[in-house]
C-alpha cells in the first residue's frame, strides 16, 4: 500500500515555552524542571534526576508541557528531538509538539520523524549568527501517514535499535571510567601522593618536547595536512582534525606525527591547555603545527608513556599546568616550554608504570572491537532511519 504523505501542520499544533523576568524571584525558587537547548543530549527529555533551574510555577499551569510530549528547538540545536519523561516548563527557544488526533499520529513516529529530517531542519534554519526555524516552515514539512499500526511498529522498531546503539557507547564510556579508576587504584591522587611516591618533575623524564609549524590552509587538497590543536583537545587522538598544507612547504621528516607519539597541547584555553593524546595510529604525512609539542624522552630515566598521558590528564596535573600558562586573552593562554618541564609529578617504579600500560593496551584491543561493532551499529541505525520514512521497514 502506497504510504500517504501530509503536511505538518495539518496534524499538529506547536506551544511555545518562556522565560520568567529575572526580576520575580519567586520563579527561580521551586521544584518543577525547566528545560532549555542544553538538555537536548538525547531522545528523553527527562528532567527529574539532574541538578538544574527550578521553577516556581504551579504544576496546574497551563504552561507546563505534560509527559510524552515531544519537544524541539527552534532556535541553535536545530534538528534535535526529545520527548518528556515529566512535567516540564521550557524556554523560549523550543516547542512543544502536540498531535491534533492520537489516532491519525503516533507521538514516538513523530519524535522520529523529528530525528530522521535533522538535516532538512537544519538547512531550513536561517541566521547568521544563531540559526532558528519558523513555525510556517515547520507546517510545511511533509511527513510520511502510514496506518497507525504501522507508525507504532516503526516507532518501536527505532526506539530497539536507538537502545542497542546507546547500550555500546555506554559500556566504551564505562571502560574509560574502569581505566580512570584502575589508575587511581595502582597510584593513588598524584597531587597528594598518599602512596609516597619518589616525587620529581617532567624534565626528569622529558629529554624535550619537539614542535612542529602552523601553515595557512591550502585552498585545495595535497599530500600533506596540519594538525590543530582540536586534534588531542579531548585526550584521543583525532587526525582527522587537521587541514592541508601548501605544496610549496617542505616537511622535515621531525615534524610528521608517528605512531607511538605522546603529543601535548602548549595553547588553549585555562582549563585545556596541556591536553595530550597518545597516537596509537596515524596517517601519513600529518604534521604537528606550532601548538603541539612531541614528547621526546630522556633515555637515563626511562616511563611509560600511558603513565604518563593518564598522569597528565589527572585534574590535579591539569591545574598545576595551568597556573604555569600565561597570556592576557581569557581565551587562548600559553605555556612555555621551561614552565612545562617544571609540572611536578610522581615517579613510581617502572615496573609498576609498564603494567598500568598493560592494562591499557589490553583496554584499546577491548574498545577496538565494541568501537567496531558500535560503528556497524550506527550505520545500521543510519540506515534504519532512512527507510523508516521511505516505507522500507
Not at 499551569?61 to 519523561?85: D, E, F
Not at 615534524?255 to 601519513?284: H, M
Not at 595551568?322 to 597570556?327: A, N
Not at 605555556?335 to 589490553?362: H, N, T
Request: charged share 25%; aromatic share 8%.
Amino acid at each position: 500500500m502506497k504510504t500517504r504523505f501530509k503536511l505538518l501542520g495539518d496534524l499538529v499544533r506547536f506551544e511555545g515555552g518562556g522565560t520568567p523576568s529575572r526580576q520575580n524571584e519567586s520563579y527561580w525558587d521551586g521544584d518543577l524542571p525547566w528545560a532549555s537547548v542544553k538538555d537536548f543530549k538525547s531522545t528523553s527529555l527527562d528532567k527529574t534526576q539532574e541538578s538544574i533551574t527550578r521553577l516556581g510555577l504551579s504544576r496546574s499551569s497551563s504552561r507546563l508541557i505534560p509527559p510524552n510530549t515531544v519537544v524541539i528547538p527552534t532556535r541553535m540545536a536545530l534538528g534535535k528531538a526529545a520527548i518528556t519523561c515529566t512535567h516540564l516548563a521550557i524556554n523560549q527557544d523550543l516547542k512543544a509538539v502536540y498531535p491534533l488526533d492520537s489516532d491519525e499520529l503516533d507521538t514516538r513516529f513523530l519524535l522520529w520523524f523529528f530525528i530522521c529530517s535533522a538535516n532538512k531542519i537544519e538547512k531550513l534554519g536561517s541566521g547568521a549568527t544563531v540559526k532558528g526555524i519558523t513555525l510556517e516552515k515547520l507546517n510545511r514539512l511533509e511527513i510520511p501517514l502510514p496506518p497507525l499500526p504501522e507508525q507504532k511498529r516503526i516507532a518501536a522498531i527505532l526506539d530497539k535499535a536507538d537502545a542497542i546503539r546507546r547500550k555500546r557507547k555506554e559500556a566504551i564510556d564505562l571502560s574509560d571510567e574502569f581505566l580512570r579508576s584502575v589508575f587511581l587504584d595502582m597510584f593513588g591522587d598524584p597531587v597528594t601522593n598518599p602512596k609516597g611516591w619518589e616525587k620529581g618533575t617532567l624534565s626528569e623524564i622529558v629529554g624535550r618536547f619537539q614542535g612542529g609549524k602552523n601553515l595557512a590552509e591550502s585552498n585545495s587538497p595535497t599530500k600533506v595536512r596540519v594538525l590543530k590543536v582540536s586534534a588531542v583537545t579531548t585526550g584521543i587522538y583525532l587526525s582527522d582534525k587537521s587541514k592541508f598544507v601548501p605544496d610549496s612547504f617542505e616537511v622535515p621528516e621531525s615534524y610528521l606525527v608517528k605512531a607511538g607519539d605522546l603529543l601535548i597541547s602548549r595553547a588553549n584555553t585555562q582549563e585545556l591547555i596541556g591536553a595530550c593524546a597518545y597516537v596509537w595510529e596515524t596517517p601519513e604525512n600529518i604534521m604537528l603545527p606550532d601548538k603541539i609539542w612531541r614528547f621526546v624522552w630522556d633515555d637515563s630515566c626511562p616511563s611509560d608513556p600511558h603513565f604518563i598521558h593518564h598522569l597528565l590528564q589527572h585534574r590535579g596535573v591539569q591545574r598545576e599546568i595551568g597556573k604555569r600558562s600565561s597570556g592576557t586573552s581569557g581565551s587562548m593562554k600559553n605555556i612555555a616550554k621551561p614552565k612545562l618541564l617544571s609540572v611536578p609529578i610522581i615517579l613510581p617504579p617502572l615496573e609498576l608504570q609498564k603494567a598500568f600500560g598493560d592494562i591499557v593496551k589490553r583496554r584499546k584491543r577491548v574498545n577496538d572491537k565494541m568501537g567496531g561493532s558500535a560503528a556497524a551499529l550506527k550505520d545500521l541505525f543510519a540506515s534504519l532511519q532512512q527507510r523508516a520514512f521511505r516505507g522500507e521497514l
